[in-house]
C-alpha cells in the first residue's frame, strides 16, 4: 500500500483508527483481512500469499487494492466525523 506510514510516525489516536478499520476489514471481508496481515505484519510477499492461500497471485493483487480503497474509505471517514 503505497504511502504508508510507519507506525513510529503515527499517533495514538491514527493507530486505534487503524485497528478499528482493520477489524471492520475483517468483519466484513475476512480474507482481504488475512492478506492484509500476512503482507504487512507478517511481511510476505504476494507471491508467497497466494501459495499459503492456495489463490493466484492475481487475485492476491486486487484483493489487497480492494482492501486498501476500504481501508482509506473507513479511515476518511472516520476523520471527516471526528470533531476538532
Given amino acids: ?3 504508508v506510514q510507519s507506525a513510529d510516525d503515527c499517533n495514538d489516536s491514527q493507530l486505534i483508527q ?6 471492520k476489514l475483517g468483519e466484513h471481508y475476512p480474507q482481504c483481512s ?3 496481515h ?3 505484519f507478517v511481511g510476505l510477499s504476494n507471491q508467497e500469499i497466494a ?9 492476491v493483487k486486487r484483493k489487497l487494492a ?4 476500504f481501508l482509506a474509505k473507513v479511515l476518511l471517514k472516520h476523520s471527516v466525523g471526528a470533531t476538532p
Avoid at 18 to 23: I, V
Avoid at 51 to 59: D, I, M, P, Y
Avoid at 66 to 69: M, R, V
Wanted: charged share 30%; no cysteine; glycine share 4%.
Fill in 34 to 36: 488475512e492478506m492484509v
Fill in 18 to 23: 487503524m485497528d478499528e478499520a482493520l477489524a
Fill in 1 to 3: 500500500m503505497d504511502g
Fill in 51 to 59: 501459495k499459503v492461500l492456495s489463490s493466484s497471485e492475481r487475485t
Fill in 66 to 69: 480492494f482492501a486498501k480503497a
Fill in 38 to 40: 500476512l503482507r504487512f
